[in-house]
T-cell receptor, first 115, second 111 residues
Framework: EPEVTQTPSHQVTQMGQEVILRCVPISNHLYFYWYRQILGQKVEFLVSFYNNEISEKSEIFDDQFSVERPDGSNFTLKIRSTKLEDSAMYFC?????????????FGEGSWLTVV | KNEVEQSPQNLTAQEGEFITINCSYSVGISALHWLQQHPGGGIVSLFMLSSGKKKHGRLIATINIQEKHSSLHITASHPRDSAVYICAVKKYGGSQGNLIFGKGTKLSVKP
């Protein structure tokens, strides 16, 4: 079964460093998403991306975050200057279409630890 | 107040038991998702509902739009069902991926 793949599975970074989390969505999917889950807390929506632009973002997704689809397969989340509170599991997801009747497929997550 | 509430928070069952996990929400929605987060952290989509009932294998999900309530049932539970089950809703408007998640129900099924 097709799946969303994420790399790295775990990354440790120094506070203030830039981090790029990578995702390969399912090949025929057109809508892409990032979520985060701080340890012990609920999952939170970060951003939706379609047709090479952000379609919606949450309050969490401030100026230190950016997303990009640099080629036909990858979808990246960049955190410009990491803070301790950015430590979390980051999930990439994708769906075929954008309507609410479509299943969202999640990746296994990238665990980011900021020290 | 959380817009999505799940109960119970934790649930321990014996293998073979029938399990029910509940989700209540306080906003108007266009869809409700049931997700499974396995111990490694990855998330799998189980169901997406906008009305009625869906069944997949031993899993059944129901939703009552008027009462703003959904249930996930697991029949003949098995230790491999042990995971965190998460309810997430899509409010009217906005992108499909803009989901509001519940805190999850941690299920442990003992052999």
């Amino acid at each position: 079964e097709p799946e969303v793949t994420q790399t790295p599975s775990h990354q440790v970074t120094q506070m203030g460093q830039e981090v790029i989390l990578r995702c390969v969505p399912i090949s025929n999917h057109l809508y892409f998403y990032w979520y985060r889950q701080i340890l012990g807390q609920k999952v939170e929506f970060l951003v939706s991306f379609y047709n090479n632009e952000i379609s919606e973002k949450s309050e969490i997704f401030d100026d230190q975050f950016s997303v990009e689809r640099p080629d036909g397969s990858n979808f990246t989340l960049k955190i410009r200057s990491t803070k301790l509170e950015d430590s979390a599991m980051y999930f990439c997801a994708s769906s075929v279409q954008g309507g609410s009747g479509n299943t969202i497929y999640f990746g296994e997550g990238s665990w980011l630890t900021v020290v | 107040k959380n817009e999505v509430e799940q109960s119970p928070q934790n649930l321990t069952a014996q293998e073979g038991e029938f399990i029910t996990i509940n989700c209540s929400y306080s906003v108007g929605i266009s869809a409700l998702h049931w997700l499974q987060q396995h111990p490694g952290g990855g998330i799998v989509s189980l169901f997406m509902l906008s009305s009625g009932k869906k069944k997949h294998g031993r899993l059944i999900a129901t939703i009552n739009i008027q009462e703003k309530h959904s249930s996930l049932h697991i029949t003949a539970s098995h230790p491999r069902d042990s995971a965190v089950y998460i309810c997430a809703v899509k409010k009217y408007g906005g992108s499909q991926g803009n989901l509001i998640f519940g805190k999850g129900t941690k299920l442990s099924v003992k052999p």
